[in-house]
């Protein structure tokens, strides 16, 4: 009885597509026969029509010469999209396809794109630490180099994450004290009677424990650069004394009775608007001027989003340098929920999550399963808090996050977590502690 051919599978280019991305199948007249939906998006559908040359579609480096190389010798090649001219740039490889000893054409593998040497517009820029492709983080580059030319304050305000003290060395690292030390404290991090004594130091015997002198931040950044991340968390007993560092440049000791002159340049950052701080009285106007000479926003990682892929890309060509896996591609849901993702924590928690998924992944592909568990969980339904407001909305929306009701739609979505719930808060674990502490909830 004969046997009918079966048709194609539906599902052969949705598996094609989540095992190798964007892929053109070719025949042995170097023709394409198939696209997948990956490479006619990146390739337009018109150019990968049934029967168009390979050479019509992609413009390979060396010519004639270098597909020859990709098909024969399976050599990888730098080739670009005949349509789009100079500036994409990707590697290509080719796999034979055969049946039995029966040869049937290739796989053309179509690589990440990249910018070609000396383009403009979305051309990537690396300083002192930062990476982007984003025009708003190219502006502020550009700023920082104008402003590392003067003494004046700046404050520099952004999200955790964004990178607040890789802007602070970088207005050192370019600024005329160069040469002078770079100190950096968080000044959230500490309780207030220690945080005077690291940044003004102590004389001994100031204090139980005092058992010798110790010079403190400011000094220890003499002749050059002090960076005071979150400094909205200064106590307000400590910022009169901050403020008269700043006036007379010059410290006076824990515990000691004679002035210390400091020729110390101040970077200050915050993930909060200093002037809400200053309306609710949490913070002095004054000192809030003389910081805020000139001020920096950082934008965020979700106002940067052509920067995200690169950025994973980047970071997991760190990991290969000491790992066992190399990674050649994101699978296209992997690719979609990096990019979609809210990222409350930042460029920090890009890292981080291409670290876990990098562990405990495997093979060339890294697929949305290997992303943490908070990318596949469902986003909790909105709760009413104390205060009848939403818990996503107490969050999301930029509330006061010193309000009792925030502070428990905090510790509500963590699970009881502080250590997550300061994080969702952008703030430490010793900040939440003392304004829970404050709020009646140790």
């Given at each position: 009885?004969?046997?009918?051919?079966?048709?194609?599978?539906?599902?052969?280019?949705?598996?094609?597509?989540?095992?190798?991305?964007?892929?053109?199948?070719?025949?042995?007249?170097?023709?394409?026969?198939?696209?997948?939906?990956?490479?006619?998006?990146?390739?337009?559908?018109?150019?990968?029509?049934?029967?168009?040359?390979?050479?019509?579609?992609?413009?390979?480096?060396?010519?004639?010469?270098?597909?020859?190389?990709?098909?024969?010798?399976?050599?990888?090649?730098?080739?670009?999209?005949?349509?789009?001219?100079?500036?994409?740039?990707?590697?290509?490889?080719?796999?034979?396809?055969?049946?039995?000893?029966?040869?049937?054409?290739?796989?053309?593998?179509?690589?990440?794109?990249?910018?070609?040497?000396?383009?403009?517009?979305?051309?990537?820029?690396?300083?002192?630490?930062?990476?982007?492709?984003?025009?708003?983080?190219?502006?502020?580059?550009?700023?920082?180099?104008?402003?590392?030319?003067?003494?004046?304050?700046?404050?520099?305000?952004?999200?955790?994450?964004?990178?607040?003290?890789?802007?602070?060395?970088?207005?050192?690292?370019?600024?005329?004290?160069?040469?002078?030390?770079?100190?950096?404290?968080n000044c959230?991090?500490?309780?207030?009677?220690?945080?005077?004594?690291?940044?003004?130091?102590?004389?001994?015997?100031?204090?139980?424990?005092?058992?010798?002198?110790?010079?403190?931040h400011f000094?220890?950044?003499?002749?050059?650069?002090?960076?005071?991340?979150?400094?909205?968390?200064?106590?307000?007993?400590?910022?009169?004394?901050?403020?008269?560092?700043?006036?007379?440049?010059?410290?006076?000791?824990?515990?000691?009775?004679?002035?210390?002159?400091?020729?110390?340049?101040?970077?200050?950052?915050?993930?909060?608007?200093?002037?809400?701080?200053?309306?609710?009285?949490?913070?002095?106007?004054?000192?809030?001027?003389?910081?805020?000479?000139?001020?920096?926003?950082?934008?965020?990682?979700?106002?940067?989003?052509?920067?995200?892929?690169?950025?994973?890309?980047?970071?997991?060509?760190?990991?290969?340098?000491?790992?066992?896996?190399?990674?050649?591609?994101?699978?296209?849901?992997?690719?979609?929920?990096?990019?979609?993702?809210?990222?409350?924590?930042?460029?920090?928690?890009?890292?981080?999550?291409?670290?876990?998924?990098?562990?405990?992944?495997?093979?060339?592909?890294?697929?949305?399963?290997?992303?943490?568990?908070?990318?596949?969980?469902?986003?909790?339904?909105?709760?009413?808090?104390?205060?009848?407001?939403?818990?996503?909305?107490?969050?999301?929306?930029?509330?006061?996050?010193?309000?009792?009701?925030?502070?428990?739609?905090?510790?509500?979505r963590a699970?009881?977590?502080?250590?997550?719930?300061?994080?969702?808060?952008?703030?430490?674990?010793?900040?939440?502690?003392?304004?829970?502490?404050?709020?009646?909830?140790?």
């Amino acid at each position: 009885m004969p046997t009918s051919r079966a048709l194609p599978s539906p599902l052969l280019l949705p598996a094609l597509e989540a095992l190798a991305g964007a892929v053109l199948l070719v025949d042995l007249q170097q023709r394409v026969t198939t696209a997948t939906p990956e490479a006619e998006a990146r390739l337009g559908p018109e150019a990968v029509r049934p029967g168009t040359p390979l050479a019509e579609v992609l413009s390979v480096s060396e010519g004639a010469r270098g597909l020859e190389a990709l098909l024969s010798q399976g050599r990888q090649v730098e080739a670009r999209p005949h349509a789009s001219g100079p500036s994409r740039v990707m590697r290509v490889r080719a796999v034979p396809l055969s049946q039995g000893a029966k040869r049937l054409g290739w796989a053309v593998l179509l690589g990440a794109e990249t910018e070609a040497e000396g383009t403009k517009g979305d051309a990537e820029e690396t300083f002192h630490g930062m990476w982007t492709r984003n025009p708003g983080m190219k502006r502020l580059f550009r700023i920082v180099e104008k402003v590392a030319r003067t003494e004046s304050s700046v404050l520099v305000r952004g999200e955790s994450g964004t990178g607040k003290e890789l802007v602070a060395n970088a207005l050192h690292a370019i600024s005329a004290r160069r040469k002078g030390p770079f100190r950096a404290i968080n000044c959230a991090a500490l309780p207030p009677s220690l945080l005077e004594s690291e940044l003004f130091g102590h004389v001994r015997g100031a204090f139980t424990g005092a058992v010798r002198d110790s010079p403190g931040h400011f000094r220890l950044a003499d002749g050059g650069t002090l960076f005071l991340d979150e400094v909205a968390e200064i106590p307000l007993e400590l910022q009169g004394k901050l403020l008269r560092v700043l006036e007379t440049r010059s410290i006076i000791p824990v515990g000691g009775r004679s002035p210390v002159p400091v020729n110390v340049r101040i970077v200050a950052a915050t993930h909060r608007p200093l002037r809400r701080e200053v309306e609710a009285g949490r913070f002095r106007a004054d000192l809030m001027y003389r910081l805020r000479v000139v001020p920096l926003f950082l934008p965020s990682l979700r106002e940067r989003r052509e920067d995200i892929l690169p950025l994973a890309r980047r970071f997991l060509n760190e990991l290969e340098q000491s790992g066992p896996r190399h990674v050649e591609r994101f699978s296209p849901g992997a690719r979609n929920l990096l990019e979609s993702h809210g990222w409350p924590g930042n460029v920090r928690e890009l890292r981080n999550v291409m670290e876990y998924a990098y562990v405990i992944g495997e093979g060339p592909v890294l697929h949305e399963a290997d992303l943490p568990p908070e990318f596949s969980e469902p986003r909790p339904p909105p709760e009413a808090t104390g205060s009848a407001r939403p818990l996503v909305a107490a969050l999301d929306t930029g509330g006061d996050d010193h309000d009792p009701a925030t502070l428990r739609a905090a510790l509500a979505r963590a699970g009881g977590n502080r250590t997550e719930a300061a994080r969702l808060l952008g703030i430490s674990r010793v900040t939440l502690w003392r304004r829970l502490r404050a709020a009646g909830n140790p």
